[in-house]
Structures are given as structure tokens and as C-alpha cells.
């Protein structure tokens, strides 16, 4: 077998890296955190942004999963995505976690460019699933 890159690596180990974090956000929004949550009024907030966060660790996860066949086509376009992912989610859900905290307002704007993110991520799949580009 050829000296190749593993371009699982990335998506694997981000995968692994928003579940655990995913899950710990999550349960501090359920426990921890959830009277002032209720105060604020960011109970949906925090949920979304969890919700989102471990969905797209999940999809990672997918991701790796589908780059680690030697015969995948497509991989390169699937690294963005994962790239995408990771930066959707850092702005997306980030930004509702912070929110949700209390941070400052302009974050508001933050969130959407972090669902553009996540949405380039998806169309990065799409693609992958179609392309004609030979495995690396």
C-alpha cells in the first residue's frame, strides 16, 4: 500500500473531541446550569446549541468513517466538511452557549456565519457523494 495521508485523522479526532464536549455542555445545561438558564430565559438557547454540537460530532464520526475505506472517492471534499463542521460549531453553538451565559450581544451575529458554516459542511458531503475524484 502507497505512503498516503490518513485523512480520517482530523474528522476521527474531532468526532471524538464534540462528543465529549457535547456531552459535557449538554449535562451542564440540564444540571449545573439550569436554574440560571430558566432565569435568563436560555433554556432553548442552550439546547439548540447542544443539540447541534453533538449532531455534527456524530456526523464526524461518519465522516472518518467513510474516509478510513481505502476506496473512497471524495475525501478531500469530505475534510472540508469536516473542517466546516468544526468551525459551524465552534461559531454556531458557541456562540449560543455564550449567550446563553450572558455574554455580550454582538456574538448574536456570530451564530449565523456558524450555521453558514455547518450548512457548507453538508454541501461539502453532497459532494463528496458524487465525485469523481480518485481516493487519495
Known sequence: MPNRPDLSRFP???????????????????HALKAMLLERGMVQAWDT?????????VALLGAAGWMRNDAAAGGRRL?????????????FSGSLYALALGGPRWLGPITPLGGLA???????????????????
Open 12 to 30: 476521527l479526532l474531532a468526532a471524538g473531541l464534540l462528543g465529549l464536549t457535547g456531552v459535557g455542555l449538554g449535562a451542564m445545561g440540564a
Open 49 to 57: 446549541a447542544a443539540q447541534y454540537h453533538l449532531l455534527h460530532g
Open 79 to 91: 475534510l472540508w466538511a469536516a473542517r466546516c463542521w468544526v468551525a459551524g460549531v465552534c461559531l
Open 118 to 136: 455547518l450548512m457548507a459542511g453538508w454541501l461539502l458531503c453532497a459532494t463528496a457523494a458524487v465525485s469523481r475524484e480518485k481516493p487519495a
